[in-house]
């Protein structure tokens, strides 16, 4: 038998998802199986597994210690090159800077993430011990596409990734882009559609009009500087559907320049040549804490900003972008 007491690292969470996270190896359902037979206890009591976790509280797992060690593994964090940069780090959070052409999570075992950065960083700091904190991980709370730039927060106790989550799906963080489109813009806009990922791929639509299992989507435009043919263009956006900004520019007539997907071919081929630009140019340079959840009040209209990557300048200089 094994007993645990629950500290702050693990509270706040349900029981459910802290004991797949702390019996890494054990299938979910025997984890239910062992809270119907009594295998697992809840403050003395038979748990459901939906009971949120309090400092304090008692688990016991009645599993032979043999038994036990074949349920879990320990979390090796393996040495990695670091290449995002630091923009704010406290207790609670780490916001950082992603370059172009890193995935923020794995897509493959083995391929290479800002989360596998971002815990080995956070190893080395010691912000974070895998070994006493069995039962949480820390987590990117935005995700943001292979070759786009710029700001994800990470929450480095539960309270933090759980009020991010939250602040983050009801609009309380806002988010704001900055990409070079085709074409001119002259005013602000507000677009409003209907986004629809393509089956069997990973590409979506974006309508005008409802389709069956299509979402609504809000993206907002502020031109900043143009040449007459491009322009550079602030996005605000609202909602954060899969290559929303990317699709939703695309669909009116301003696809961003060398986007692969969305984007013109001519154009594309005219910027890999000259610059060569060969993913979409769209970086996440700004984020706006609106109206903040504890623990993290004190960051209430806080701005966090990230530099451009230097293509945008390069870019900017050469097409007379002013």
Excluded: W
Excluded at 67 to 77: A, D, G, H, P, V
Excluded at 298 to 322: M, N, W
Aim: aromatic share 8%; proline share 5%.
């Amino acid at each position: 038998m094994r007993q645990i007491e629950i500290t702050a690292l693990e509270a706040n969470q349900r029981l459910d998802k802290f004991l797949l996270k702390y019996l890494n190896q054990c299938p979910k359902s025997l984890i239910y199986k062992g809270m119907r037979t009594n295998k697992i206890k809840y403050n003395g009591k038979k748990p459901k597994g939906n009971e949120i976790l309090c400092v304090g509280d008692e688990i016991k797992l009645f599993f032979r210690e043999e038994q036990l060690s074949t349920l879990e593994s320990e979390k090796n964090i393996k040495k990695v090159d670091i290449h995002f940069e630091t923009v704010f780090e406290d207790e609670n959070l780490l916001i950082v800077n992603k370059p172009m052409g890193l995935l923020t999570q794995k897509d493959t075992p083995d391929s290479h993430s800002l989360a596998d950065e971002v815990l080995y960083y956070l190893q080395e700091n010691g912000s974070y011990n895998p070994k006493v904190s069995k039962g949480f991980t820390p987590a990117p709370c935005n995700r943001l596409d292979r070759n786009t730039a710029g700001i994800v927060l990470i929450g480095k106790n539960i309270p933090t990734l759980q009020s991010l989550s939250s602040m983050l799906q009801t609009k309380e963080i806002s988010k704001y882009y900055m990409c070079i489109v085709l074409g001119r813009v002259t005013a602000p806009m507000i677009l409003k559609g209907y986004h629809k990922r393509a089956e069997g791929k990973n590409e979506v639509t974006i309508t005008n009009e409802y389709v069956p299992g299509a979402k609504p989507v809000e993206t907002r435009l502020l031109p900043l500087k143009t040449n007459g043919r491009y322009t550079l263009v602030e996005v605000q956006l609202v909602t954060g559907k899969t290559h929303q900004i990317r699709a939703h520019l695309s669909q009116i007539g301003h696809p961003i320049i060398g986007d692969p997907k969305y984007g013109d071919a001519l154009e594309n081929q005219y910027f890999e040549q000259k610059y060569g630009l060969k993913y979409q140019i769209l970086c996440a340079y700004k984020v706006k804490f609106e109206l903040c959840k504890a623990p993290l009040e004190y960051l209430q209209d806080r701005v966090f900003t990230v530099p451009a990557p230097k293509i945008y300048s390069e870019i900017c200089a050469g097409e007379h972008i002013l």
